[in-house]
């Protein structure tokens, strides 16, 4: 359960709070300090509006969660609360006022028990505070109200324009004076619905007695013989009055409205903005862009470095306001988990408030604002809505933090996936040549003078097969190391696309034995501008990958095209082709695509292959044919102009 304790303007609300915290600790139960605005509000002096702000500091202070609620009647909105947040005590203050006033104007205490229900009230008498007496009737430090000299002004000449248009319609139309009644009642409305409520009342009071004036007879006199019409100016006094109220009323519950429209506005836009963010320093831009927007002051947000101290991210002014004092004040709030600064109870004479963003694993930073050098309070509204948007951004940066979390757990994983993937790749490949090697070396050291001649060829051409297959592990390794690290520079140069594909056959010739190899250059395929090295090793991993994966005997097809923007060459083989949805994997890094038992190679060949490829601008792609086999086809931009070619010697 929940202990709520009703807190308001008077001085008597410290001790209730303090008297509520101690029901809360021996019950075991958390304290709530709700605040209603009602429509009487507005007529608060501004020495009980910073009392109603001490107030709801105090409950927090003590360990107190704060509500701010807006309703027409105090009673119907804690009640309403509290059903809907399991409240099961209610501490309010004793009224102090003469019981006449309950009687006439109605009781909240009355109220909240007659409709409490199961919840329990509990009415704590107050002690007065040792400046105010509890019989106090007046605050010092209280603004006296201005009074509207427009309002009556504007009153007085509603009520002169509607007798002037009244009386030809009485005098001289013969239109009841019941209709003219209804014009000063229009007056009435038009003076509420524009200025004060004493305003209203004085317009009200005038209306009755020009109505009296000028349309009762006798006429131009306050004699009255008709006794009905003291009931009729009664009325009439009254619905001005009513009306009065009432559209006071909706004018207060409608500023209430805007007020309220404006701050989730400004949470919605700010929340729109960190929803799309991803990077811490974009979640501080918005949030101090946003502070400043809203409150029209400067703002700056300060997220905690490894060692949790603040550091400056973004400052919607310029950060030349917030000196060593200032930032040792931001620490302080955000060490401690509590606003300080001008407004609070801690270091009050600084020059920005601070509020710390508070997420769910702690403190991430603090939002500061410049408070205006001509008060020394914050607004409810105003430092509600502070504290809205550092919770709001707190939860963003945590979010980004995490993110970021993830993300360095996912690189570990994987770079640790990666390096027991080379292990154990290089080992096995390395190994197997090496053994390979090693005994037909051994066998020629032992016997090789004994051995038949052709035995002898087999084992050296054993030999330099498996150096040869050690030689482009190691270069493939070599390669890949130097693309990871950013150090594959491109020597490009126009080059005959016949010369490389010959180098890269070539370079395979002890491979490609016993092997068909079709290869289609076009003679008059122009030059090209690449780096003739990288390509010839791009051809070199795709005509050994074809070799690896199919049938002794089987072709190995090479074809070269141009088109306007590009020229095309493409590697295919014969053999069993590429799994089903394997054909964009097999460019990943250790990715292999056969039978296991039938894998040879770490899965670096392709990957090299691509990266050499898009290095140039071009792209890879891989597929199976329909007649099978696979066919891996690769680009080449046509970028710049050839040089001319001399063949007239």
Known sequence: GRVLVCVGPSPLSARLIRSARRL????RAKLVAVYVETPGVSRLSEADRRRVEENLRLAEGLGAATVTLGGPSMADEVLAYATAHNVTKIVVGKPVRPRWKDV???SVVDDLIRRSGDINIYVIRGEADPVNGAGSRHVPGAVTRTADWAGYAWAAAVVATTTALGWPLYHRLDISNANVLMLYLL???????HHSREATVLCSVLAVAAFDLVFVSPHYTFAVYDRRYLVVFGGMLATALVISALTHRVRV?????????RRTAALLGLSRDLATARASGEIVAATGRHVADVLGRPAVVLLADGERRLMLKQDAAGPAWLDEKEAGVAQWAFEHDQPAGRGTDTLPASAGTYVPMRAPRGVVGVIGVVADGRDAHWSGERRQLVEAFASQAALAVERANL????RAAWERVEAEFLRNTLLSGVSHELRTPLAGI??????????GDTLPADARREMIDTIQSEADRMERLISNLLDMTRMEAGGLALKKEWLPLQEVVGAALHHLDNRLRGRDVNATVPADLPLVAIDGTAIEQVLTNLIDNAVEYTPPGTPVDITATAGDREITVEVSDRGPGLPPGTEKRVFEKFFRAGPAATRRG???????CRGIVEAHGGTITARNLPQGGAAFRFTLP???????????E
């Open 24 to 27: 809360a600790a021996s019950l």
């Open 438 to 447: 090693t005994g037909a070396a051994s066998t020629l050291a032992v016997s």
């Open 602 to 608: 770490i899965g670096l060949g392709l990957a090299i």
């Open 638 to 648: 046509r970028d710049g102009t050839p040089p001319k070619v001399d063949t007239s």
């Open 253 to 261: 519950q409608a500023e209430a409205a805007r007020q309220r429209e």
């Open 403 to 406: 993110a970021d979390e993830a």
């Open 187 to 193: 007056g009435v409305l038009w003076v509420a619905t």
């Open 104 to 106: 006439v104007f109605g």
